[in-house]
């Protein structure tokens, strides 16, 4: 009996291995690296107070009581009582569906505008590429806290233009980073196939182009879900952003400063802690979303 040729030798051990399963990637991105591990942790407990604060908030996060106002962390109040009586805690968790809710749509908003707008200036250029560049270029040459600022005291004060102040202020990150990728990418040999196969320029992008974009922004969505939080947290915190008694980490944090010389530190401590886990979340989870996102990483 012949032999196998040796191409056919290797091919039988690789046919015959069972395909790796559809979760194998993402478990090895969540557990090769404890930090990102608990990074996933703090986030998906973050949604899940997010989706059922309102019935998990052991109290009223608005009702007021005098008699038990500036009480330190009990039993009965895990985080204490403010200057009203309120309780902290539970105006902590009714407060991460707001501060996450704003994030996710200013993010969401300058995602896509700003990766489509730099896609398209990087993949065609010319006129377009230098209108989008220098547009980018204009909204960073303000600091931005103090654009957005700006941008809400014109507008006003509500939960639609803090939306609209944070997604402008972030437009410049994703214009860039989308830019410069479509513009490595717009002469790759897929790209080339793809225009001989008969596809439109437009068609080219956002099929072909535009997918190999999303490992890099990924990144930067992350980041900027962290910062977008602080912004919001921000203006809160200086009277430009919700308004109380609504709970917002801002705000609670800048009520509470005022009561951190007097002794009554667990008023800011609690939500100024709350507002770090998140931040830190977010920020640790841009790694984890590029090895996610990431063909050339795929194990």
């Known amino acids: 009996m012949s032999a196998l040729p040796p191409s056919a030798a290797r091919a039988a051990p690789d046919a015959a291995r069972p395909a790796a399963p559809r979760g194998g990637h993402l478990r090895h991105v969540l557990t090769e690296n404890p930090v990102t591990l608990l990074a996933a942790g703090l986030f998906a407990a973050l949604v899940l107070v997010a989706l059922f604060g309102p019935w998990l908030a052991p109290h009223d996060p608005l009702a007021t009581a005098p008699s038990i106002a500036l009480q330190p962390p009990s039993a009965s109040h895990w985080f204490g009582t403010d200057a009203l ?6 105006r902590c968790i009714v407060a991460t569906r707001l501060d996450l809710g704003l994030a996710v749509a200013a993010v ?3 995602f ?3 990766a489509t707008l730099g896609a398209a200036a990087g993949f065609f250029g010319g006129w377009l590429d230098r209108i989008v560049s220098r547009s980018a270029d204009t909204i960073m040459a303000f600091p931005l ?3 957005a600022m700006g941008i809400v005291a014109a507008l006003g004060n509500t939960l639609a233009n803090i939306v609209i102040a944070t997604a402008i202020i972030n437009l410049p990150f994703y214009i860039r980073v989308a830019r410069a990728e479509a513009n490595v990418r717009r002469s790759a040999g897929f790209v080339e196939s793809a225009r001989l196969a008969g596809n439109s320029e437009w068609g080219v992008l956002m099929r072909h182009v535009f997918p190999n ?3 890099p922004i990924a990144v930067q969505v992350s980041l ?4 977008a939080i602080l912004n919001a947290a921000g203006l809160s915190f200086i009277g430009l952003g919700v308004r109380p008694p609504t709970p917002e980490w801002g705000i609670m944090v800048a009520e509470g400063a005022q009561y951190i010389m007097s002794g009554e530190w667990w008023v800011a401590l609690f939500p100024g802690a ?3 886990l998140a931040v830190f979340s977010f920020n640790l989870l841009g790694d984890a979303l590029r090895d996610l996102l990431d063909p050339r990483r795929r194990t």
Do not use: H, T
Not at 224 to 227: E, K, R, S
């Open 274 to 276: 709350v507002l770090m």
């Open 224 to 227: 900027n879900m962290g910062w």
């Open 112 to 114: 896509v505008v700003g």
């Open 213 to 215: 974009l999303l490992p």
């Open 108 to 110: 969401a908003l300058s």
């Open 145 to 147: 806290f103090v654009l």
């Open 85 to 90: 009586g309120r309780d902290i805690l539970s």
